[in-house]
C-alpha cells in the first residue's frame, strides 16, 4: 500500500477542488459546466479517459425540500443511513474553509449569509506517484448554486472526480475507486483528468439519485479511533472506511507501469437527524383553513402563526402515519399562503403552501371513443363550466350531471373543468374506443434528461463519452383491465430514439412504441357481446421492455418495468329461480383497493351453467357504484336454472347456486 504525508484536512479539501473547473470556489455551476463542455473538444488523446465500471442505485430517497434555504433535508443511500447538509460554521466537522462563509463571525443564514457550496457527502484520496506527481480522488454529493446564491438556483449532484499530475506520459491509467473503475489517458506532461458530475439540473433534486455516489463511505469502526457521533468521519483526519458496495474500500492506479493503493480516506458528512416537512395543501372553507401536511412518525410539526391573522397553532397526527393535520380560524382577510415548520428538526424544517380555494366542482366522466370525448361534471357555484380548450357545459337538470360531447380527434390525457369564481379540477381521460392511428413516420421525441456532465480534461476527444442507458417507469405497477398507464423512458441516457415491446403477460396495447412516454391499455375481458363464456385468462404480470438508441445507432441493454393485473372479486349472492314466475341472479364485484366510481363501469355476463345440459347465455348486468349487479326477469326461462357461471368485464369469474323456492 502506497500513500503519502499530507497538510491538514482543510487544505487539503481546497486542493482537491482546485482545478480548472472550479478555478475559483465562487465560480458558477453554469459557468463551469460551459468550461468542462469546452474542454471536451481541445487536444488529441487516446479514447480511454472514460468511466467504465458504475455504480447504478447507491442512493434511493432524497427528502422534503426545506425552504428555509431550498435544499433537500437529507439523501438516503441504499444502506439506508441519511445524511443532510452540515451548516454550522464554527463545526470543524462541516469542513468550510476560510472564505466560504462571507460572515464567518455569523451564524449561516439564507441567502445573505450562506456558502455558495455544501456537502450531504465529501470523500477524497490521494496517491503518490513516482517522481513527485499525484492523483487525486474526490467523490460527493454537493449542493450547490447554478449562478448566485438566490433562491430558485439550487442544485444537488453527485461528483466523482480524479485529477492526475506528472504521472507517466501518453500512458492510459486504470483507477479503482469504492464506487467503480476509470480510465484515464495522458498527455505529454503526464497529465489527465475525469469529472462526472451528475447532474446539475436547477431545482431537480433527484437527478443526483442516478449518480455513482453510494453507499455514503463513513470511518471502518474496525479502526481506531472511532467516527465522532452523528458523523461520517471527521475531514480533519485520514482514516480506513466502509460503504463500498463491492467491498473495495481502497484507491489504487494500474498501467504505465504504476501498481499503487492506498485505504485512507477523508471523509465528510453528517447523519441526518432531520425528517423535513411536506406541506401538502392549504383549502379555505369559510372563515377557516384546513392544513396538510406530511413527514417522518413522531416529528413535531406547527402552522407558524401570522400577526392579526392567527396563533402558532400544532398539527395533529394519527399514530404511525406520517399524516398531520390542523384547522387554523383566522380573523380578517385569508392569507395567501401558510407556512409549516418542523419544529423538531436542528435547523427547523419548513414549508411554504399557497392558500386555495375550493374548486366547487366534481367531474364524473371523461370518455373517449374514438370520436367524441365525453365530458360531464357537477357544480356547487353555479353553470356555465368551461372545459379547458374544448368549450363549456351548461346548466343540466336538477340533481344530474351536466354532460356534453366533444368532436376530437386528438382528445387531451386529462380535461381540466373551470368554474366562473375560479375553482377547477382536472380528471384523466379513459379511452374507450376508436381504431389504430394510421402507422406513418417516427415522431421526433423530446431530448431526454442530458445526464452526466463529463469533463476529461486537456487531451480528450470531440465527442460523447455519456453511456446510452435505457431507464424505464411507469405512473402505477398495477393495472386493470380496460384500464390505461403511462410508462417513462424520458430519464434515459443519450437516446435518440425509444423501442418498447412487451415481454410476458395478457396482451396488452402499447399507444406508441416508439415515443418516451407512451400509454399502455390492458383489454376488458368479458364483453357485454360474448355468446359463450371465455376458457382463457392469464393475471401474470405484464413485463415491458425498454430499449433506447443514441444517434451512432448503439442501442442500451434493456430495461424492463412490470405492471401487475389487477381483476375484480366476483360472488354471487341472493340468487333464484322460481319456475314459471321469476329468475332473479344477484351478487357483487369488487375491486380491491378502488375506491373511485369506474368509468365506464363494470359489467357481468351470465350464463346457466346447470349441471346435464349446455352452457348457454342467460344475459348481462352492470355494477353499481357500491359493487352491486343483478338481474331480473319474469317469468323467466321455462326449465330450471340451478347453476350459473358469471364473468365480468374486470376479470373476476365467480360461479353460483340457485334456490329453486
Known amino acids: ?30 459557468a ?3 468550461l468542462l463542455l469546452a474542454a471536451t473538444g481541445t487536444g488529441a488523446s487516446l479514447a480511454a479517459t472514460q468511466v467504465t465500471v458504475k455504480n447504478p442505485g447507491g442512493m434511493n430517497a432524497v427528502g422534503p425540500v426545506n425552504t428555509e434555504y431550498g435544499f433537500p433535508s437529507w439523501y438516503e443511500d441504499s444502506s439506508k443511513t441519511r445524511v443532510e447538509l452540515c451548516l454550522d460554521a464554527e463545526n470543524p466537522l462541516c469542513g468550510f474553509l476560510p472564505g466560504d462563509i462571507p460572515d464567518e463571525t455569523a451564524p449561516i443564514s439564507f441567502p445573505g449569509n450562506f456558502p455558495d457550496e455544501a456537502f450531504y457527502m465529501l470523500a477524497g484520496s490521494e496517491l503518490a506517484l513516482p517522481g513527485g506527481g499525484r492523483a487525486v480522488l474526490v467523490l460527493g454529493l454537493e449542493a450547490a448554486f447554478a449562478n448566485t446564491v438566490t433562491d430558485g438556483d439550487q442544485v444537488v449532484f453527485g461528483r466523482q472526480r480524479i485529477v492526475v499530475k506528472g504521472a507517466p506520459a501518453n500512458s492510459t491509467l486504470t483507477f479503482q475507486h469504492p464506487y467503480g473503475t476509470i480510465t484515464i489517458d495522458t498527455d505529454g506532461a503526464g497529465d489527465g483528468k475525469l469529472v462526472e458530475d451528475i447532474s446539475p439540473a436547477v431545482g431537480n433534486f433527484t437527478t443526483a439519485l442516478k449518480s455513482n455516489i453510494g453507499p455514503f463511505l463513513k470511518w471502518d469502526p474496525a479502526t481506531a479511533p472511532a467516527a465522532p457521533e452523528g458523523y461520517l468521519g471527521d475531514p480533519g483526519q485520514d482514516h480506513t472506511v466502509t460503504g463500498s458496495p463491492t467491498g473495495y474500500n481502497k484507491f489504487s492506479v494500474n498501467g504505465g507501469g504504476l501498481t499503487l493503493e492506498t485505504d485512507q480516506f477523508t471523509v465528510q458528512g453528517k447523519i441526518s437527524t432531520n425528517q423535513g416537512v411536506n406541506g401538502d395543501s392549504a383549502v379555505l372553507n369559510g372563515n377557516m383553513i384546513d392544513v396538510f401536511a406530511s413527514s417522518g412518525n413522531g416529528a413535531q410539526l406547527q402552522v407558524d402563526g401570522q400577526a392579526g391573522a392567527f396563533e402558532t397553532t400544532p398539527m395533529l397526527s394519527d399514530p404511525d402515519t406520517g399524516r398531520y393535520y390542523a384547522r387554523i380560524q383566522f380573523t380578517g382577510s385569508a392569507p395567501a399562503s401558510v407556512k409549516v415548520t418542523n419544529i423538531g428538526d436542528k435547523p427547523a424544517s ?51 350531471p351536466s354532460e356534453k360531447s366533444f368532436p376530437v380527434k386528438a382528445p387531451p390525457a386529462s380535461v381540466t373543468v373551470k368554474t366562473a369564481t375560479g375553482g377547477s379540477v382536472s380528471m384523466p381521460v379513459t379511452i374507450s374506443g376508436g381504431t389504430a392511428t394510421p402507422v406513418g413516420l417516427a415522431p421526433v421525441t423530446p431530448a431526454p434528461d442530458p445526464g452526466p456532465v463529463v469533463d476529461t480534461g486537456s487531451g480528450s476527444v470531440p465527442g460523447e463519452t455519456q453511456p446510452t442507458t435505457a431507464v424505464a417507469t411507469a405512473a402505477s405497477t398495477a393495472i386493470t383491465r380496460g384500464g390505461t398507464v403511462q410508462l417513462d423512458g424520458s430519464a434515459s441516457t443519450g437516446a435518440a430514439t425509444y423501442k418498447w415491446t412487451q415481454v410476458s403477460g395478457p396482451t396488452a396495447t402499447i399507444s406508441s412504441d416508439t415515443a418516451a412516454k407512451p400509454t399502455v391499455t390492458v383489454p376488458y375481458y368479458a364483453k357485454t357481446t360474448d355468446t359463450a ?57 369488487t375491486l380491491a383497493g378502488n375506491t373511485a366510481v369506474l368509468v365506464p363501469a363494470t359489467t357481468v355476463v351470465i350464463y346457466d351453467a346447470t349441471p346435464g345440459r349446455a352452457v348457454t347465455k342467460i344475459g348481462t348486468a352492470q355494477v353499481d357504484t357500491l359493487g352491486a349487479w343483478s338481474y331480473k326477469t319474469k317469468p323467466g326461462p321455462n326449465r330450471q336454472i340451478t347453476s350459473v357461471l358469471v364473468q365480468s368485464s374486470r376479470g373476476g369469474t365467480a360461479t353460483g347456486v340457485l334456490a329453486t323456492r
Open 1 to 30: 500500500m502506497v500513500s503519502t504525508p499530507r497538510g491538514p484536512a482543510p487544505e487539503r479539501l481546497a486542493q482537491l477542488f482546485s482545478s480548472p473547473l472550479l478555478a475559483t470556489r465562487r465560480r458558477s455551476v453554469a
Open 32 to 34: 463551469a459546466t460551459a
Open 350 to 400: 419548513s414549508s411554504q403552501i399557497s392558500v386555495s380555494k375550493p374548486s366547487g366542482v366534481s367531474i364524473t366522466k371523461a370518455i373517449y371513443d374514438g370520436t367524441n370525448l365525453t365530458v360531464g361534471a357537477l357544480s356547487t357555484v353555479g353553470y356555465p363550466l368551461t372545459v379547458t380548450g374544448l368549450g363549456t357545459l351548461e346548466e343540466p337538470a336538477a340533481g344530474t
Open 533 to 589: 363464456p371465455l376458457t382463457a385468462k392469464s393475471n401474470d404480470p405484464i413485463q415491458l421492455q425498454l430499449i433506447v438508441t443514441d444517434k451512432n445507432g448503439i442501442g442500451s441493454a434493456p430495461a424492463s418495468v412490470s405492471l401487475t393485473v389487477q381483476t375484480d372479486t366476483v360472488a354471487v349472492a341472493g340468487s333464484r329461480h322460481r319456475l314459471n314466475k321469476e329468475l332473479l341472479i344477484a351478487g357483487t364485484s
